[in-house]
C-alpha cells in the first residue's frame, strides 16, 4: 500500500488537507463543512478582501451552529468552533498551496476556459497523488480535466446551496478516473457527512439537469406576463411544498451563475429552445443584479 492510501479493503487516498479554489458561496460552504469535520483546509481566491469576508462568513455561520448544537454545552461548543476556525488558512498563491494538498475542489467561475486554464496550471506542480475535483453545475468534467496530465485522478464532486445545509453531493466519475479516485470522493463525501448519488458525466449530472429547465420555464412563463414572479414563487411553495419559488431560488443562487449556466448550454444545443437567450435575465445581469449575492436580483435583499 502506497504512502497515503488507506489500508481499508476498498483502496482510496485519505483526504488531509483540502485546496478550494474559489472563496464564493460554494467555496466557502464547502470549506466550512471540511474544517467543521477535521480537515485541514487552504481556501484560495484572487483577493485577500474575498478571503477575509468568506472566513468571516464561515465563522458567523459556525457560530450560528454552535448555538443551537451545544446549547447546554458552551465550552464544548467553544471548542468546537476554536478546532472548525483553526483548520481553515486562505491563501492567493494556489501554486503554493496545492503543492502540499491531497485534494483540490474547484468552485470558481463557471466558465470551461478559466476552469481549464486553473486545472492546466495547477497540474504541473501539484504532487503525484493530489486528486483534482470540480464543483460545475452545468460543464462536462471530461472537457474541464482534458487540460490536464491526471485524467485518472480527476472527479466532479457537485455541492448545493447552501453547503452547510443541502445533504447531497453527486459524486462523479469520467470514463477516465480510476476506481480509487472515485471510491475516494465517494469517502471524502461521506466524511463531510453527506449522501452522495452519481450518474454519468453528463451536462447538469441529476440535479440541475431537472432543476435548471424548471426554473427556464418559470422565467419564461413571467415574461410572456402569464404570472407574476411572486404568485409563481407562492405557487411553487405551497402548491408543491419546495422551501423556495423558482426566483427565489435562482437569486439565491445566483443570476450570473444561472446565465453562465444557460449560455454554455445553448452554445452546445443552439437549437434547443430551452436555452434560448431570456431578455429578463440577461439585463440584470447586465445591471450587476445577480441576486442575493449582490443585494438584488429577481428581488431586492
Ligand atoms: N450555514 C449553516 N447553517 C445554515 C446556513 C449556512 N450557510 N444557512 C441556513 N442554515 C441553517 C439554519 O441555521 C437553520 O438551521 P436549523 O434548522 O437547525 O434551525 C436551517 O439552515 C434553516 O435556515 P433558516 O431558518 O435561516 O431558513 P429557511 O428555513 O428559510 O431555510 C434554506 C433556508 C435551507 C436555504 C431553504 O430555503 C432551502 O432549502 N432552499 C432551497 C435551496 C436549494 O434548493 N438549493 C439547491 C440550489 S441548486 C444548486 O445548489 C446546484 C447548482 O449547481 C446551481
Ligand atoms: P461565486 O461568484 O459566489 O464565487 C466564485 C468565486 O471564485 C469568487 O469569489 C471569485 O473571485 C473566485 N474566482 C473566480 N476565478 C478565480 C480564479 N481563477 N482563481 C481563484 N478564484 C477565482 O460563485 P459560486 O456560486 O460559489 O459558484 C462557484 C462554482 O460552483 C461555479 O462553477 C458554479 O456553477 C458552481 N455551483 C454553484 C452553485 C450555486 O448555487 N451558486 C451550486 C453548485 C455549484
Known amino acids: 500500500i502506497c504512502r497515503g492510501l488507506s489500508s481499508s479493503a476498498?483502496?482510496?487516498?485519505?483526504?488531509?488537507?483540502?485546496?478550494?479554489?474559489?472563496?464564493?458561496?460554494?467555496?466557502?460552504?464547502?470549506?466550512?463543512?471540511?474544517?467543521?469535520?477535521?480537515?485541514?483546509?487552504?481556501?484560495?481566491?484572487?483577493?485577500?478582501?474575498?478571503l477575509k469576508k468568506a472566513v468571516k462568513g464561515i465563522e458567523g455561520n459556525l457560530k450560528r451552529v454552535v448555538k443551537k448544537k451545544f446549547a447546554d454545552k458552551p465550552e464544548a461548543g467553544e471548542e468546537f468552533l476554536q478546532k472548525a476556525m483553526q483548520n481553515?488558512?486562505?491563501?492567493?498563491?494556489?501554486?503554493?498551496?496545492?503543492?502540499?494538498?491531497?485534494?483540490?475542489v474547484e468552485a470558481i467561475v463557471e466558465n470551461l476556459k478559466v476552469k481549464q486554464d486553473l486545472f492546466?496550471?495547477?497540474?504541473?506542480?501539484?504532487?503525484?497523488?493530489?486528486?483534482?475535483?470540480?464543483?460545475?453545475?452545468?460543464?462536462?468534467?471530461?472537457?474541464?480535466?482534458?487540460?490536464t496530465s491526471r485524467l485518472d485522478r480527476f472527479g466532479g464532486l457537485h455541492f448545493f446551496n447552501p453547503v452547510p445545509v443541502m445533504r447531497l453531493v453527486e459524486v462523479i466519475a469520467t470514463s477516465s478516473t480510476s476506481q480509487e479516485t472515485f471510491d475516494s470522493l465517494l469517502n471524502f463525501s461521506k466524511m463531510l457527512g453527506k449522501t452522495s448519488v452519481s450518474c454519468k458525466d453528463t451536462p447538469g449530472f441529476i440535479v440541475n439537469r431537472l432543476l435548471l429547465p424548471y426554473i427556464l420555464d418559470a422565467v419564461r412563463m413571467y415574461e410572456r406576463g402569464d404570472g407574476s414572479k411572486e404568485d409563481i414563487d407562492i405557487a411553487m411553495k405551497l402548491g408543491c411544498g419546495y422551501p423556495m419559488g423558482p426566483f427565489e431560488l435562482s437569486d439565491y443562487v445566483g443570476l450570473d451563475t444561472m446565465k453562465f449556466i444557460m449560455d454554455g448550454w445553448s452554445a452546445a444545443n443552439p437549437d434547443n429552445p430551452m436555452f434560448a437567450q431570456s431578455e429578463v435575465l440577461n439585463k440584470l445581469v447586465a445591471e450587476g443584479k445577480f441576486g442575493k449575492k449582490t443585494g438584488e436580483g429577481f428581488y431586492k435583499y
Open 120 to 147: 492546466g496550471g495547477l497540474d504541473k506542480v501539484a504532487p503525484a497523488h493530489t486528486i483534482f475535483a470540480s464543483n460545475t453545475s452545468s460543464l462536462s468534467i471530461t472537457d474541464i480535466a482534458s487540460s
Open 88 to 104: 481553515v488558512s486562505i491563501s492567493t498563491d494556489a501554486g503554493s498551496v496545492v503543492q502540499g494538498t491531497d485534494l483540490v
Open 10 to 50: 476498498v483502496r482510496h487516498v485519505v483526504i488531509k488537507h483540502v485546496t478550494i479554489i474559489g472563496g464564493g458561496q460554494m467555496g466557502a460552504g464547502i470549506a466550512q463543512v471540511a474544517a467543521s469535520t477535521g480537515h485541514a483546509v487552504t481556501l484560495v481566491d484572487t483577493n485577500e478582501d474575498i
